[in-house]
């Protein structure tokens, strides 16, 4: 599987807009796309109008790197998302929203859905009392995600307790003390935030 190695801050740059891949980072002064918003390369300042194909598969990209997934995975995740009953695009979405890296990530565990997924990979997350160590493992409602009781003195974990608690989704509660959170529902288009435009995305794979 390919691994893009470069700045995380150049594919923002790409996309023309935050994509938070940094964590805390991301919301100081001194992140460099608030520094230099223009795409990478000597030519970034001048590039030309884009079309709407071009348009089309910039939206793409920008989702696949949001939630750091391949384009394989994503289109798998299309696939089944037209499959299913409901907006092909809000279905894709939910999928997306519901991997065990983002939910790890959405719950304040991560900083930023990059370490959310080192922590699921380095099987510091257990679902339902069983350790997942698979980042898109897809959650269901009632699965309970909590980080291993063998883990919770680790220094990461007990200096995170000591954290404000973040702002959760409607579909999420994560108790701070335990180290312990829950699927109390699927999650809908209102409750995700990122700057996406999923219907273009969905006309571009029906081509």
């Not at 709407?52 to 995740?77: A, D, N, P, S």
């Not at 999928?95 to 510091?124: C, K, P, W, Y």
């Not at 063998?150 to 220094?155: A, E, H, S, V, W």
């Not at 809908?188 to 081509?207: G, N």
Request: proline content about 4%; hydrophobic content about 35%.
């Amino acid at each position: 599987m390919a691994v893009y190695r470069e700045a995380k801050c150049k594919l923002c740059r790409r996309e023309g807009g935050k994509l938070f891949l940094k964590g805390d980072k991301c919301y100081m002064e001194k992140c460099p796309f608030n520094k230099r918003p223009l795409p990478p390369g000597q030519h970034g300042a001048g590039r030309k109008k884009v079309s709407e194909y071009g348009q089309q598969l910039r939206e793409k990209q920008k989702t696949k790197r949001i939630y750091g997934v391949q384009e394989g995975q994503f289109r798998h995740y299309y696939e089944i998302a037209e499959r299913k009953k409901g907006i092909t695009g809000e279905n894709m979405l939910s999928l997306l929203e519901r991997r065990l890296d983002n939910v790890v990530f959405r719950m304040g565990i991560g900083a930023s859905r990059t370490q959310a997924r080192q922590l699921v990979n380095h099987a510091h997350l257990s679902v339902n009392g069983r350790t997942v160590t698979v980042p898109s493992y897809i959650v269901k409602v009632g699965d309970v995600i909590a980080v291993k009781e063998n883990r919770k003195n680790n220094k990461f974990f007990t200096e995170l307790k000591g954290t404000k608690a973040p702002a959760l989704p409607k579909w999420l509660e994560f108790d701070l003390d335990k180290l312990e959170g829950k699927i109390l529902a699927l999650p809908t288009r209102e409750d995700i935030d990122s700057q996406i435009a999923e219907h273009m995305i969905v006309e571009l794979y029906s081509k």
